[in-house]
């Protein structure tokens, strides 16, 4: 390699970190949370908006932050600054802080003090500090000068898996030790004679069979919670521990969870916990549970806090969101699932279909032909008719529209209608439209100006009714405007219907899974479909008669299976339908024609997707059932919003929800059970960060950089306090897009100018771990697939294979080599688990062949270098100004392999045969040199910048910058980064003036910024 410029030691400073939430402290209206070595402050200014203060970084060093313990003030002032404790793994830093007029400022900082053992528990002692090790022990500690005053041990020098520190002075601290022997030993370092003498446990109490994690003393009430890994939380009545020889009674024994139980927090009124499952549940002192709060994905919550004067819990998880849930306690009407007493000896029948008429009025009939109204604010049943001809068999449907117009329908296996006005029953509507049963019925409102009534009987009659009213609003008037005729099937009956705007059709769904199209006026004359007339049943061109029933214009032949379609939404100039195949569609109309646009899949285990709703901040939220829930599920956060416990959906239910709430009622042992929420159907709760992903990440790709001006904004990003007057707006945005092994791809934008990250979107359609981003497909049998993406987008074909490695490929690179007068010509480089790189030319290949009956066969590679002596973790590819490219990888014996390939193409003459079209280029590995102890642990991650340049990254949380060109790769400089077993990374230059980015993304992710 050619000798070049010196190079600038880069100094890597860590830019973003988003690992998971391993702290959080509510410090007045302040929340502090702990984030890797980073510190964020929030504010909690309920009576205005939440949002990030500053985020301070690196305070902990090389440690992750686990808690925070505020000194107690002597007024108990903490709204305006307050002196703070900041602990992790064996770190310990005291710092003073101030947010007052809303400004941030770091008063004071001690240096890191870094102790001989983990730090379980840190209490604030008369202006030294208290330090609970991690072999029980106790030390006291000077946080100013960072000197040891006292250092207590225990006689039973066993590890421990967590400590709680009681008391306010030396003499009467008490530490709470979990062993893991699974008990609690309860001791008191003040009794110790001398230094160097250990400490009898003064108590010794057992009952949990796992590791405790958790702990937390209610002084005020004498209560102590433990968290195991058992699933369980327990709570004992210890009296005041700072006193010896106390009793401990265990008065609770709380089984909720349905993984490890992470952590616990005793508050006056509630006790609060969190654990694997990623569930944060709210109890009572006796052990009841009183809330559940899901939301974070990924491996569990991991730490929690608590307002209780504003009555907020506040969650951390390992997917590094941070969320806000509300206390609301016992008896709140917004919470649960409630009986509405229907049964009584003055009515009578057994209660056969409930709907919902708005949010405030239900309807529900019985076998005796009965119906009856419960209004929710009266909270009384009322009968409105009964009609001996609906007995046994009836279907009830509420109107649809602002508290349902007042209107519902119903229909019995005779074949008859009856439309009822809620607020004058006696002005009902009787109509027989079949001779037989009516299997279904639907409405279709546009509007205030058309309602519908649609009516399916036998073979596929689908009757269309037209409602009005009189001006006095006392009468309706119900006509037969046409009939539809569905297409054959076994079960041959629709199942929902909706206007499609302007409203000159209808979009119904039945019960086989097809979605049709209708018109919604037939009899009158207009312009036909583009691209096609009736479709399969209809009567033809206007010759026979309205009774013989209009076929579709359109239909999408069973687009949800044997299933059936549960509901058509029409929004946005898109028609959305559901389906019990677990799937919901955006179609779009387009000549009178249904085109299929987009499927997605609900969350795993969501098999019937009962509807979709349009909520106000732009989102949609799905719903379904899950096993016997019904769920409110939200796709852009993937998580449940509400969760009812109704026992599946095959039972008469009904779902209404409007900006002032959302209600679910369903039938179950006779009684009509509802579930109200208020707020509708949007999330019970405030995000204070989203989440990334649920699991590692596994690739992470820059797609490109967009510029915005000021007057654009983009959501969730705070301006920087020290933003330059001349930068005004988010400037510079790096689009940046990773995988992870929960099966979701995340698009986020990384402005240049605040060091924060915002999700954009997200893709969940995958059915595993999402590894690379491409189409080049690399597999475990020891071969690799190259595909071939046509224009239409529609199809993937296999191009090409080889199975050349003997090994597992591991990776893949393709790029390109130019060279005067000569063409343009695409390589491949393949790596396998074995420590060797394959080289191809692809240029014949893609040339346009027609279409090939079997994949073509790449056979023998152009060059292989044994790179390695094991497998081959990071590749990359950088040309040179001489033509040439420069080849670096790493593997998993934490070596790196750099060599110069030069691409040689034959002179004429040369070839072996002289019928051979297109000359094979000659590739030859030039200048090979090898690092073999680069790194201490497996390469994941390299990058060439510059032929002078080269960064790695490895699990050995070192980002490690190469000089090259001088002979053999020379060390220049290395970073230590927070994310634990890197899986990918990548670099880019923003610009001179920022430099270079680099994302590393594992279990977690975290940009770093250089200059050169």
Not at 72 to 87: C, N
Not at 956 to 962: P, S, V
Request: hydrophobic letters at 40%; aromatic letters at 8%; charged letters at 20%.
């Amino acid at each position: 390699m050619d000798a070049v410029e010196d190079c600038v030691w880069p100094r890597a400073t860590s830019e973003l970190i988003l690992l998971p939430v391993t702290g959080l402290e509510c410090v007045g209206d302040r929340l502090l949370a702990g984030e890797g070595p980073d510190v964020l402050v929030y504010s909690l200014d309920f009576g205005g908006h939440l949002r990030m203060m500053k985020r301070v970084q690196n305070l902990l060093g090389h440690y992750l932050i686990h808690g925070f313990r505020v000194r107690p003030e002597p007024k108990g002032d903490t709204d305006s600054e307050a002196m703070i404790a900041v602990f992790g793994s064996k770190g310990l830093r005291i710092v003073k802080l101030s947010w007052g007029e809303s400004r941030f400022r770091e008063l004071w900082r001690s240096g890191l003090w870094t102790m001989s053992d983990w730090i379980w528990d840190v209490r604030w002692l008369e202006g030294n500090v208290a330090l609970a090790l991690g072999h029980n022990s106790v030390v006291l500690y000077d946080p100013v000068i960072g000197c040891m005053l006292q250092d207590v041990a225990c006689t039973d020098r066993c590890t421990l898996s967590s400590a709680c520190l009681i008391g306010d002075t030396w003499m009467e601290l008490t530490i709470v030790a979990g062993a893991v022997s699974n008990q609690l030993l309860v001791w008191y370092p003040a009794t110790a004679l001398t230094d160097d003498k250990p400490v009898a446990p003064d108590r010794r109490v057992s009952g949990h069979v796992g590791v405790i994690f958790s702990m937390s003393y209610l002084q005020s009430k004498g209560l102590l919670a433990t968290a195991s890994e058992d699933r369980s939380v327990r709570i004992w009545k210890v009296g005041d521990l700072r006193v010896p020889g106390g009793r401990v009674q265990n008065i609770g024994h709380c089984f909720g969870h349905s993984a490890r139980v992470w952590q616990v927090r005793l508050l006056e009124n509630y006790l609060i916990s969190a654990g694997e499952d990623c569930v944060c549940l709210v109890w009572s002192h006796e052990g009841e549970i009183l809330q559940a709060f899901r939301g974070h994905q990924g491996r569990g919550i991991r730490a929690i806090a608590a307002h209780e004067r504003q009555a907020w819990v506040i969650t951390g998880g390992d997917d590094s969101g941070i969320r806000l849930w509300h206390l609301v306690g016992r008896g709140y009407p917004g919470l649960g699932v409630s009986a509405l007493s229907f049964k009584s000896p003055s009515r009578s029948g057994v209660l056969k279909a409930v709907t919902l008429a708005g949010s405030w009025r239900l309807l529900a009939v019985t076998d005796q032909g009965a119906l009856y109204l419960y209004d929710l604010e009266v909270k009384c049943w009322e009968q409105l008719l009964e009609d001996p001809n609906f007995q046994s068999y009836c279907l009830l449907e509420a109107a649809p529209g602002p508290e349902g117009f007042g209107l519902c329908a119903m229909a019995n296996g005779e074949g008859r209608v009856k439309v009822v006005p809620i607020n004058t029953p006696t002005a009902a509507v009787d109509r027989t439209l079949f001779r037989g049963k009516v299997h279904s019925l639907s409405w279709a409102l546009r509007g205030y100006e058309e309602l519908l009534l649609l009516a399916s009987g036998p073979g596929g009659a689908v009757a269309c009714l037209e409602i009005s009213a009189a001006p006095s609003g006392k009468t309706i008037y119900v006509k037969e405007r046409c009939r539809y005729q569905l297409p054959p099937s076994k079960q041959r009956w629709h199942t929902c219907s909706a206007f499609l705007p302007p409203g000159d059709f209808l979009v119904c769904g039945d019960r086989r899974g097809s979605v049709l199209l209708f018109p919604v006026r037939p009899g009158l004359p207009q312009d036909p479909p583009a691209g096609g007339g009736a479709g399969p049943g209809a009567p033809g061109a206007g010759g026979q008669h309205a009774a013989a029933g209009y076929g579709p214009v359109s239909t999408l032949h069973s687009l949800h299976g044997k299933q059936g379609v549960t509901s058509v939404t029409c929004h946005g100039g898109y028609v959305y339908t559901t389906g019990r195949d677990g799937a919901y569609y955006q179609l779009f109309v387009q000549g009178g024609k249904l085109q299929p646009v987009l499927r997605q899949k609900a969350c795993r285990g969501m098999n019937w997707v009962a509807g979709l709703r349009m909520v106000s901040d732009g989102s949609t939220v799905v719903l379904g059932f899950h096993a016997n829930e019904f769920v409110v599920w939200s796709p852009r956060s993937h998580e449940k919003l509400h969760i009812v416990n109704c026992g599946g959906g095959h039972r008469s239910w009904a779902f209404s929800d409007t900006e002032a709430a959302m209600a679910f009622a369903f039938l179950k042992d006779g009684d009509v059970m509802l579930y109200r929420a208020l707020g509708g159907c949007t999330r019970p709760h405030v995000i204070l960060r989203e989440g990334l992903h649920g699991r590692e990440i596994t690739c992470v790709r820059r797609v490109g950089t967009v510029t915005l001006g000021p007057e654009f904004e983009v959501p969730g990003l705070e301006p920087p306090d020290d933003l330059e007057p001349a930068r005004e707006g988010p400037g510079p945005i790096d689009i940046v897009v990773t995988c992870s092994e929960d099966t979701t791809v995340c698009v986020l934008a990384l402005p240049t100018t605040t060091g924060s990250a915002h999700a954009l979107t997200s893709v969940c359609n995958h059915i595993s771990s999402v590894r690379s981003l491409g189409l080049m497909t690399y597999t475990s049998n020891s071969s690799y697939l190259l595909f071939l993406l046509q224009d239409s987008g529609r199809i993937l074909q296999l191009l090409a294979e080889t199975f050349h490695h003997k090994r597992c490929v591991l990776k893949v690179h393709s790029f390109t080599h130019e060279a005067p007068d000569q063409r343009r010509r695409l390589l491949l480089c393949s790596a396998a688990t074995d420590g060797s790189l394959a080289f191809w030319d692809l240029t014949t290949v893609l040339e346009p062949q027609g279409q090939p009956a079997l994949p073509f066969d790449l056979g023998a590679p152009c060059l292989t270098v044994q790179a390695h002596s094991s497998g081959v973790n990071s590749l990359h590819t950088l040309p040179t100004p001489d033509g040439r490219h420069l080849v670096a990888s790493g593997s998993e014996d934490g070596s790196l392999h750099i060599f110069v390939l030069a691409v040689e193409m034959p002179e004429p003459g040369e070839t072996e045969t002289k019928d051979e079209a297109q000359p094979v280029p000659r590739l030859r590995a030039l200048e090979e040199y090898s690092v073999p102890c680069a790194h201490a642990a497996h390469v994941t991650g390299l990058k060439l910048l510059s032929p002078s340049l080269m960064v790695s990254a490895s699990i050995d949380q070192r980002l490690t910058f190469w000089r090259l060109g001088h002979g053999e790769p020379t060390f220049m400089n290395s970073a230590v980064y927070h994310v634990p077993d890197v899986a990918d990374m990548d670099c880019w230059l923003v610009s001179p003036e920022f430099g270079h980015r680099c994302a590393l993304g594992g279990q977690g992710l975290e940009v770093y910024n250089w200059y050169d």
